[in-house]
């Protein structure tokens, strides 16, 4: 029973390009949420996603990030035209449903830009 | 809206030590969760302990306990006889228990078991 798989790991970009993570979650989940964890800070809550629907995304950045998870297929945290400041370990979690206190983590990517 | 502090950046302890992380959150809501999660050096987020507020009785895993103080939003956790392997990055997390189920994480507790 494979947990939430996250990859790449690390992904390096220069300025100017696209970053594009991608998230598994554990089998049988239906809700994906993505943190963003700056060097040395808590994480901090992007977005929420069920099948097909954004369901908060108070946390993400009015431009350049945008996030989907589609009927079929991982969820996919997209970063356009990259700054050094997106710089940051980026971390998707799963539930099964509303008792979202069953969150698990995957273990993160963790993004480098140039 | 939800804050956590952990006042401690960073915290060191002789093997078999019991030690203390402070957290305290500042809340308008009466229902909530609230976390410990560790983070060692290979970054994977895991779950130490869980405390429901409306829970009294303090949560406790093995070696690790928490100090629920609700009207003074406190929530330390305690780690026993500290263990090598319990050296990482803790953090501290709330959860209201309506809604949005999302995470507010503190700002991390750096916590090194010295053989």
């Known amino acids: 029973n494979a947990g939430v798989m996250q990859n790449p790991r690390h992904l390096v970009r220069r300025r100017g390009q696209e970053a594009r993570l991608r998230c598994s979650p554990v089998?049988?989940?239906?809700?994906v949420y993505w943190y963003r964890q700056l060097p040395e800070e808590g994480l901090k809550f992007m977005v929420y996603l069920q099948k097909e629907n954004i369901i908060d995304e108070s946390g993400m950045p009015k431009e350049r990030f945008s996030a989907e998870f589609p009927k079929e297929g991982p969820s996919i945290l997209r970063i356009q035209q990259v700054v050094r400041g997106d710089s940051a370990a980026y971390f998707c979690?799963?539930?099964?449903?509303?008792?979202?206190?069953?969150?698990?983590f995957g273990s993160g990517t963790q993004l480098s830009v140039l | 809206a939800q804050t956590v502090t952990q006042s401690q950046p960073e915290m060191s302890v002789q093997e078999a030590e019991t030690v203390t992380l402070s957290c305290t959150y500042d809340?308008?809501?009466?229902?909530?969760?609230l976390f410990w999660y560790k983070q060692p050096p290979s970054r994977q987020m895991i779950l130490v302990i869980r405390?429901?507020?409306?829970?009294?009785q303090n949560a406790t895993e093995n070696r690790f306990s928490v100090n629920f103080q609700k009207a003074a939003k406190s929530f330390s956790l305690k780690i026993s006889d500290s263990q090598l392997g319990d050296t990482a990055m803790y953090f501290c997390a709330f959860m209201k228990m309506e809604g949005a189920q999302k995470l507010v994480f503190g700002q991390g507790t750096r916590l090194t078991i010295n053989p």
């Open positions: 089998k049988g989940h239906s809700h």
């Open positions: 979690a799963s539930s099964p449903g509303l008792l979202g206190e069953k969150l698990f």
């Open positions: 405390q429901e507020a409306y829970k009294q």
């Open positions: 809340t308008s809501e009466s229902n909530y969760y």
